[in-house]
T-cell receptor, first 115, second 109 residues
Framework: NAGVMQNPRHLVRRRGQEARLRCSPM?????VYWYRQLPEEGLKFMVY????????ESGMPKERFSAEFPKEGPSILRIQQVVRGDSAAYFC?????????????FGPGTRLTVT | DAKTTQPPSMDCAEGRAANLPCNHS???????VYWYRQIHSQGPQYIIH???NNETNEMASLIITEDRKSSTLILPHATLRDTAVYYC??????????FGAGTRLTVKP
C-alpha cells in the first residue's frame, strides 16, 4: 500500500511564475491536509479538503494561494505569482476520515525555491 | 496556535529511555493528545495518540496524567535514528493539527 505521494519533490520557480504542487493521498483516504514549513520553523496548517470540498482554509494566505481536491486525481496546491517568501517545504497529509481516533499520514514534501 | 508547551531541546544517551514531556493545561475533555516526529527534513511521522488512558505501541509509550494536563512520550531504548524533532499536539479531531515548535531530541552515542 503506497504511502502519500507528492510531486515534484523539488521545484524551482522564478519570481512571478506559478507553482503547482501535487499530492496523491493513500489509497482509501478522502481527507487531505496541506502544511507549510519555513526554514528552521515548525509546520503551519494551511488547508483541509475532502473530495471536491474545501473544509477549512483558515491557514491559507488570502491571495495567490488556492487548493483543490477533485473527484478524480490528486490534490493540487497552486501558488500564483510566487515571491521569495514562498520558498518553503510544503507537506501534504491524508487520513481515511476525520475524528480524533485517526492519525494523519504525511508525504515526503515538496521543496519550493523561488529565485 | 499550539495548545502545548514542550522544552525546545533534550539529549539522551543511546540505549537509554528518552522521556519527552508536554504540558497541555487547557486541554478539553474530548481532545486527544497526538505525538509526531520529524527526522531531519522528512515528512512528519505519526508515533502515538491517546485520550485518557496510557497507550503503548511498537514505537513508544504515552503516559497521560490523571488530570490530563500533561503527558510524557517514552522511547524505551533510544537509538541514533530517533534523533528528531518531536511534536506534541492536542486536537479534538485529526483535521485540526496545530504543530508547535516541538522538542529537538538528540540521541548521543
Amino acid at each position: 500500500n503506497a504511502g502519500v505521494m507528492q510531486n515534484p519533490r523539488h521545484l524551482v520557480r522564478r519570481r512571478g511564475q506559478e507553482a503547482r504542487l501535487r499530492c496523491s493521498p493513500m489509497k482509501g483516504h478522502s481527507h487531505v491536509y496541506w502544511y507549510r514549513q519555513l526554514p528552521e520553523e515548525g509546520l503551519k496548517f494551511m488547508v483541509y479538503l475532502q473530495k471536491e470540498n474545501i473544509i477549512d482554509e483558515s491557514g491559507m494566505p488570502k491571495e495567490r494561494f488556492s487548493a483543490e481536491f477533485p473527484k478524480e486525481g490528486p490534490s493540487i496546491l497552486r501558488i500564483q505569482q510566487v515571491v521569495r517568501g514562498d520558498s518553503a517545504a510544503y507537506f501534504c497529509a491524508s487520513s481515511p476520515t476525520s475524528g480524533g481516533s485517526y492519525e494523519q499520514y504525511f508525504g515526503p514534501g515538496t521543496r519550493l525555491t523561488v529565485t | 496556535d499550539a495548545k502545548t508547551t514542550q522544552p525546545p531541546s533534550m539529549d539522551c544517551a543511546e540505549g537509554r529511555a528518552a522521556n519527552l514531556p508536554c504540558n497541555h493545561s487547557t486541554i478539553s475533555g474530548n481532545e486527544y493528545v497526538y505525538w509526531y516526529r520529524q527526522i531531519h527534513s522528512q515528512g512528519p511521522q505519526y508515533i502515538i495518540h491517546g485520550l485518557k488512558n496510557n497507550e503503548t505501541n511498537e514505537m513508544a509509550s504515552l503516559i497521560i496524567t490523571e488530570d490530563r494536563k500533561s503527558s510524557t512520550l517514552i522511547l524505551p531504548h533510544a537509538t541514533l535514528r530517533d534523533t528528531a524533532v518531536y511534536y506534541c499536539i492536542v486536537s479534538l479531531n485529526n483535521n485540526d493539527m496545530r504543530f508547535g515548535a516541538g522538542t529537538r531530541l538528540t540521541v548521543k552515542p
